[in-house]
């Protein structure tokens, strides 16, 4: 199970609500994206 985000009204959207259509049920946007959840952060010696 994957959430996207909506660019324009950035409702969370679960890949099961998607169906076949990918379109935003709130505003009818076809541009979303996967907010990362986890920041890693690599330190130098």
Same mark, same amino acid.
Do not use: H, Q
């Given at each position: $199970? +994957? %959430?996207?985000? @909506? &660019?324009? @009204? +950035? /409702?969370? %959207?679960?890949?099961? =609500?998607?169906?076949?259509? &990918?379109? @935003?049920?709130? @505003?009818? /946007?076809? %541009? &979303?994206? *996967?907010?990362?959840? *986890? $920041?890693?952060?690599?330190?130098? =010696?």
């Amino acid at each position: $199970m +994957s %959430i996207y985000k @909506c &660019f324009s @009204c +950035s /409702a969370k %959207i679960k890949s099961e =609500d998607l169906n076949k259509r &990918f379109l @935003c049920p709130k @505003c009818g /946007a076809r %541009i &979303f994206y *996967k907010p990362r959840t *986890k $920041m890693k952060t690599v330190t130098s =010696d």
